[in-house]
């Protein structure tokens, strides 16, 4: 059996393990989380070798490159070797604790709050 020159982004983004199941590929996708070649992809959109795939999950940027299209799910090791990570590296622990963190449950920021947001990220 020979393998498939393309397959589904979602299915490919599962297979290669980003995410636990398809339907939160699915789902991504769906959100416009998702973008092949800078462009916001559908589930069902297909990918070939040499494309781009740009995705946020874990709140983190991913970005990677397509070197063999798989549908089926396999091993972690043999799963590395379908794709290139171009992805940035993750933020130092200490930049990730220095950020507000609001706790859940914890209602709308007041104005005050918000101003204080805007003013802390750069946006004002």
């Given at each position: 059996?020979?393998?498939?020159?393309?397959?589904?982004?979602?299915?490919?983004?599962?297979?290669?393990?980003?995410?636990?199941?398809?339907?939160?590929?699915?789902?991504?996708?769906?959100?416009?989380?998702?973008?092949?070649?800078?462009?916001?992809?559908?589930?069902?959109?297909?990918?070939?070798p040499?494309?781009?795939?740009?995705?946020?999950?874990?709140?983190?940027?991913?970005?990677?490159?397509?070197?063999?299209?798989?549908?089926?799910?396999?091993?972690?090791?043999?799963?590395?070797?379908?794709?290139?990570?171009?992805?940035?590296?993750?933020?130092?622990?200490?930049?990730?604790?220095?950020?507000?963190?609001?706790?859940?449950?914890?209602?709308?920021?007041?104005?005050?709050?918000r101003?204080?947001?805007?003013?802390?990220?750069?946006?004002?």
């Amino acid at each position: 059996m020979s393998e498939p020159t393309s397959c589904r982004v979602d299915a490919w983004l599962w297979a290669i393990r980003l995410f636990k199941t398809r339907s939160m590929a699915a789902t991504a996708c769906r959100g416009g989380h998702v973008r092949v070649d800078d462009v916001t992809a559908k589930a069902a959109q297909t990918v070939v070798p040499g494309m781009r795939v740009r995705l946020r999950v874990d709140g983190r940027e991913r970005i990677v490159e397509v070197v063999r299209p798989i549908n089926k799910r396999v091993s972690a090791p043999v799963a590395a070797t379908c794709f290139i990570d171009h992805s940035p590296p993750p933020p130092p622990k200490e930049v990730l604790a220095s950020l507000p963190h609001r706790d859940r449950g914890a209602g709308r920021p007041t104005k005050r709050e918000r101003r204080d947001l805007d003013r802390l990220m750069g946006r004002e």
